[in-house]
């Protein structure tokens, strides 16, 4: 067979070629709608490579991004790694002290910033590597602050005078094409290099018909962000495919994603449960339907029965549960059903439906017990899942101290988790967020679980807290979804008819406002410095 190295500008080359026409449609900041084919896209692709180069960006540079999902967005992906550089998506709800720490770690070259950021980037003071910050902003006379003071440049005119057409260099398929740092809930964070052949079998992997089943017939939106693990690889697995892609922009309320997939007639949808519950709190305060939409893909956190049922009976949306990590592109694991699950009962649908998914070819998973000795796939065993394969990581950007393999070159995972006989896995818990209470172990997931199928509660934490008799308990920490809509004992009974007795939380406190972290996940590290003066009576 003729060699032929995995290059990641190869995928939008052949989405100009085979699917010239198909669309790109971008809703900017403002509201305003942006929409070019594949086609014009790869044109534009190369006047930046063009650009690039023209900077002095060359291959092993890292170039950075701090910007919402939109079609300037996947220019940058392409462009940056077309030319061997690395683009390093930067999550700018990190805030500024983070994202300066990020910055200077990755030694970025460039930085092309949402002009909406502008002020968090001022803040974030004066990053030596830094030679030029440039603004996505297509007028420059607008009044916005220009990052310390330092005139920054702009996208549409660097790209405006340069030639279409690029001859890609030849790239060895191990060259790194991506960074981007995990959310660093534990410490500082920690970056992954995507290689171009990592970035390229994870997107065919993704177009599976039993993974994330892209086609040219499909219209996608990618909700998660492209600052959070390349948007799980869809605005790759599109253009490889010949999808439809819908970009959001910064407007993620149920409301504005409503009239998007409705306008767009989107038919999947792609993010993590906070924002599908905001999207279902909208649908039914409003009793609006989405007629296109057939599937939501799920992922970062765990679902809940409650939402996926209501999704599936009021609105005729299948929620997919997938599961993955920053470390692993992500897509590990996703929830596709099988030819046996037609024969199961609504209630095993149900209870098989919040495993995390079964695995993806491509990427090898096991469990390990506390002694690193293998665990079976009984479905009942819990261990620490590991994982290797084509898009796993092998270790983090300038930091070889953090050990992320075992011995015999698995990563670790940190996640608690079982795997039935026929390959579905269900995690149980982060290995940090676990309770151990007098010895045993205590699901937060399940607590959390049990908690938000109650109509009455939006958003639902288990965090641990000291308790003079069993070490530690769980304490639940709730947003009601309206006012006055469960009193914490109503809520602590209820959960009780559905756990045993020693697992029930002993408290309840309820919040206004949940606090969460920089990847819309429940940030648990502040719920622990918030409640860490918390005492349970005997
Ligand atoms: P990140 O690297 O920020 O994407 O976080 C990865 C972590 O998110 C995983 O190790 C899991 O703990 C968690 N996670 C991802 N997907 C799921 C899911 N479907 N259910 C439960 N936890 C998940």
């Not at 086609?39 to 692709?45: G, L, P, S």
């Not at 049922?309 to 694991?333: C, H, K, L």
């Not at 602590?492 to 697992?503: C, F, I």
Request: with cysteine; aromatic share 8%; proline share 5%.
């Amino acid at each position: 067979m003729i060699y032929s190295p995995l290059s990641v500008p190869s995928i939008i080359r052949f989405a100009a070629e085979n699917h010239s026409d198909q669309e790109i449609v971008s809703r900017l900041n403002g509201g305003a709608m942006h929409r070019y084919s594949y086609a014009d896209c790869y044109q534009r692709i190369a006047k930046l490579a063009n650009a690039l180069q023209a900077l002095g960006v060359t291959k092993g540079d890292v170039v950075g991004t701090i910007a919402w999902n939109s079609y300037q967005h996947v220019e940058l992906y392409y462009a940056i790694s077309g030319i061997g550089a690395i683009c390093h998506t930067i999550n700018p709800r990190m805030g500024a002290d983070r994202l300066a720490w990020v910055v200077a770690h990755a030694q970025d070259k460039l930085v092309f910033f949402d002009s909406q950021f502008s002020s968090m980037i001022d803040a974030a003071g004066t990053i030596n590597s830094v030679n030029h910050w440039i603004a996505l902003e297509a007028d420059s006379k607008k009044n916005w602050l220009p990052p310390h003071s330092v005139k920054p440049l702009f996208y549409e005119t660097l790209i405006n005078e340069q030639r279409s057409n690029i001859d890609w260099p030849d790239l060895d398929e191990n060259t790194s094409c991506g960074l981007c740092y995990t959310s660093g809930t534990t410490g500082k964070p920690k970056g992954v290099c995507y290689t171009h052949r990592s970035t390229v079998l994870h997107a065919m992997a993704i177009c599976m018909t039993d993974v994330l089943g892209l086609s040219a017939m499909e219209t996608i939106l990618p909700v998660v962000p492209m600052f959070h693990v390349n948007a799980w690889g869809l605005p790759y697995g599109a253009p490889m495919s010949g999808a439809k892609l819908v970009l959001p922009g910064p407007m993620l309320d149920g409301e504005s994603l409503a009239n998007l997939i409705d306008q767009e007639n989107v038919t999947s949808a792609y993010g993590v449960p906070t924002v599908w519950m905001g999207l279902l709190d909208y649908l039914d305060r409003t009793g609006r339907q989405l007629p296109s939409l057939k599937r939501l893909v799920s992922g970062g956190s765990a679902v809940s029965g409650d939402m996926l049922q209501r999704f599936r009976e009021d609105y005729g949306v299948t929620v997919i549960n997938a599961w993955g990590m920053t470390e692993t592109s992500p897509v590990g694991t996703v929830n596709m059903p099988k030819q046996r699950s037609q024969n199961i009962s609504q209630a095993e649908s149900d209870a098989l439906a919040l495993k995390q998914g079964r695995g993806v070819f491509g990427l090898e998973m096991r469990l390990a017990d506390t002694e690193n000795r293998p665990l079976p796939r009984d479905g009942q065993a819990t261990g620490e899942l590991q994982v290797r394969g084509h898009w796993v990581t092998e270790g983090y950007l300038h930091q070889a101290d953090l050990d992320a393999l075992t011995e015999d070159g698995w990563f670790r995972t940190g996640d608690i988790a079982s795997i039935d006989p026929q390959g579905y896995m269900h995690i149980s818990d982060r290995a940090k967020d676990m309770i151990k209470s007098g010895g045993e172990w205590i699901s937060s997931i399940e607590l959390e679980n049990a908690a938000l199928s109650h109509p009455g509660v939006a958003q639902a934490a288990v965090i641990a807290v000291p308790h003079p008799k069993w070490q530690e308990r769980p304490l639940l920490i709730a947003c009601r979804s309206q006012t006055d809509a469960i009193a914490a004992t109503d809520l602590r009974d209820y959960v009780a008819t559905q756990l045993e007795k020693w697992m029930v939380p002993d408290a309840v406190e309820f919040i206004d406002e949940m606090p969460l972290g920089a990847t819309g996940k429940i940030d648990k590290v502040q719920l622990r410095k918030i409640y860490q003066d918390y005492r349970l009576k005997e």
